[in-house]
């Protein structure tokens, strides 16, 4: 259960029709997955926060699709988003993560996660090599 | 300051010196960070930590060096391991981040977490879709 | 499923008696949710725990309920309790929160969200301007 | 130190100086804080992010701009972002939070911290009764 | 529902069958927790987990078995993975833990998130007398 | 810096001289590091405070004091906290750990952290064995 109801019939609000219209459009998918759903309940967050998912995710930029997928899912797993884990995981998979990848982020992930122990729990003081006014 | 005294001559103890040999050796660099010199208050934790860095980061695998590097940073970020930021970003930049590339990383990371949070807020229910199970 | 069972008939210790009827006669309902009844397991914890929440929570203080509310639902999101989104989502509701401002809220919560994972992966120092000795 | 070099003349870019303006006029300072010197590394990234934190944070909107202080303070505590929590609380404290409320917020932040740990660690499941789609 | 699928017939592969014989053996037990089931999509990962499982919480250490599972809640708690407080909290009350040690470990868990959150909201500066380097 | 201004004179209150006195007396110490000395901004809060680290941390209970400094600084490193994890570390040296137990801690903390993040990115199912009511 959500902290909000999840609309029988969003679309019968305009603003959120022409967000929804402009996901199966991007996206060239029928389906609208339960996040956008939830949204619907303010059209302005939904609009503000489709239109950066878009700008980032769904449109060409420097870094390739399947890479910025694999971020988006290393921060929801540290930050513990079990939807996003999920959503960005499927995402990833349709953008060709295989089993292998998949296994490799993970421990890379899981690798990140133990010496952010181990650094927050020695207190490690930086080092000076690592000022970029010094690069 | 750390928590346990930084050693004044690490490799004075053999098994430390072995280790920091094979950090020189894989990186082909004389710089050891403060997170090795550390970790050799208890040479077997120095061991481990390193074997898995190496064999993770230090070695060719699936994923190309800096999609890892990124990763890897992302994940410091959202754990807030301030040493890991840093180290992982120098490293990333000797890998050939640009500063394009570092703002579109950030501007996902920040992205990831304001979704990660949205969802969590809503509470959002998983959608039958994402089922890994149904593939 | 909890870690620990959920009693079937916590009010029979007498301790655990006596809190649920001040959480009663506090709240003016005959609701009491699982929180109270898990923590029922150690009466002295129950006792602790609620003695707490009611003296900041259930009781007129500096802040105005509905933002004491919502600044726990801030908390709860960014450390990933679920259950506790959940209760504190209804109870600013029954003080009040309208859509619009359950909308703001998250909207907030992601922003901040956003900017604490770039300051943190840019580390940037801090300005002298904030410093409170200064004030 | 950052993870980017602050420019020592970040306004020569024509893009970072509109922002810096808009900032100046908006905030009616002079003082422009390091998050927005280091953002002027990318002068998209700085864009983006200044549009949103002006849209909601330095415009009137439903909530009143020293709750929003507060919620954005609750949020930067619990994803430990040391910038940030220095930077809201100053800003908090330009709007009006004495002492008195200041010492109010971090006790609620603190009971929610901890009312959120034993909740994760009891693993308490929903009360029907939070359910939203029930209202 | 995982995010790989759960395989059948795990135990089909070679190198799962032997890491699963490894932890009937270890723990003298039948039972294969769902961790290990996730896990088996990739061997080399269940390989090393487990491996690096076993030797730190299946074998006779510095620290006794009830405190390091202890430990593993106290982390598992802070970092909100639901699967690991579940299973640590079974493996610690298989060890020994009481309902009396249950409930005190979570309120030493809830006192220290609440001090956590206290001290980065004040920022408080480290005393010398911190320093490891002066013991 | 601090968020709050550290008092020169914070004994001058009569409450916060109260309890400074019994922390002194309690430990049996000239020495009150910078937590309490911050937190005597408000002494209502440094009273609450106190209380409870005094009721739990300084007074015999079931579990043994070392284990508890130990969960203690657990739980800090996940919710990265600097100060509280230098300062529990520190509390932790003088009740006995040495290097070797320090070692372990960290070892268990950054094991534990590795595995929430793998069951977290994997989504693990809980298994019906852990449940608590078929204990």
Chains 1, 2, 3, 4, 5, 6 share one sequence.
Request: proline share 6%.
């Amino acid at each position: 259960m959500a902290t909000v109801p999840l609309p029988a019939n969003p679309e019968a609000d305009a603003r959120v029709r022409a967000v929804f219209d402009d996901i199966r459009a991007t996206r060239k998918t029928d389906f609208i997955n339960n996040l956008w759903r939830a949204l619907a309940f303010d059209p302005p967050l939904l609009e503000r926060t489709w239109a950066d998912v878009k700008a980032l995710m769904a449109t060409p930029t420097l870094l390739d699709p399947l890479t910025k997928e694999m971020v988006y899912i290393a921060v929801s797993i540290a930050n513990a988003c079990s939807y996003c884990v999920h959503s960005h995981t499927a995402a990833a998979r349709a953008k060709g993560m295989s089993d292998a990848m998949h296994a490799e982020l993970l421990a890379i992930v899981a690798l990140a996660a133990r010496t952010n122990h181990l650094a927050n729990g020695l207190q490690v003081p930086l080092d000076g090599a690592f000022d970029a006014a010094a690069r």
